[in-house]
């Protein structure tokens, strides 16, 4: 019997990781609707009740915010911290999309044999540079409700 309930916990630990990953931060918001159907296509079968439950009593311990509207609309306010470890800002995944490859070790080595430091150091802070100036392109086009 302690099994089974052991796989009850780890179940709900589950589906409740797997819904605060679906949130996003604010301004945008998702609604239970949307996280009832995310939900479903992980293969968590729960009803609107449950999840308003759980988003209310996690919103307690965590920095979640509801927009208050009929249906609620959740997001993570937007000085809440980094919630999954192996995850990046969408701000921070283009800058390493960008300039990832570019800016590699091996990249630069290669580089230094066929071309003097200054243009690898060149090339290389464009590359940053440009990955910094599209990140805060990126913050301004969201911040904007454009994206």
């Not at 920095?63 to 009929?70: E, G, N, T």
């Not at 249906?71 to 960008?98: C, R, V, Y």
């Amino acid at each position: 019997m302690p099994r089974k309930s052991k796989n009850k916990a780890s179940s709900t630990l589950q589906r409740q990781w797997t819904m605060l990953r679906a949130i996003p931060r604010l301004p945008r918001v998702i609604g239970t609707s949307e996280l009832i159907a995310r939900l479903d296509s992980a293969g968590f079968n729960v009803d609107l009740r449950t999840i308003q439950r759980d988003l209310n009593s996690l919103s307690e311990v965590l920095p979640l915010a509801s927009d208050q509207h009929k249906p609620q609309g959740w997001s993570w306010l937007p000085n809440a911290g980094q919630f999954d470890i192996p995850g990046l800002e969408p701000q921070a995944a283009l800058a390493f999309l960008i300039s990832g490859a570019g800016t590699s070790v091996g990249a630069i080595a290669g580089a230094l044999t066929i071309a003097r430091w200054r243009v690898i150091a060149l090339v290389v802070g464009t590359l940053w540079i440009g990955a910094v100036l599209l990140g805060y392109a990126y913050d301004f086009l969201l911040a904007a409700h454009l994206i």
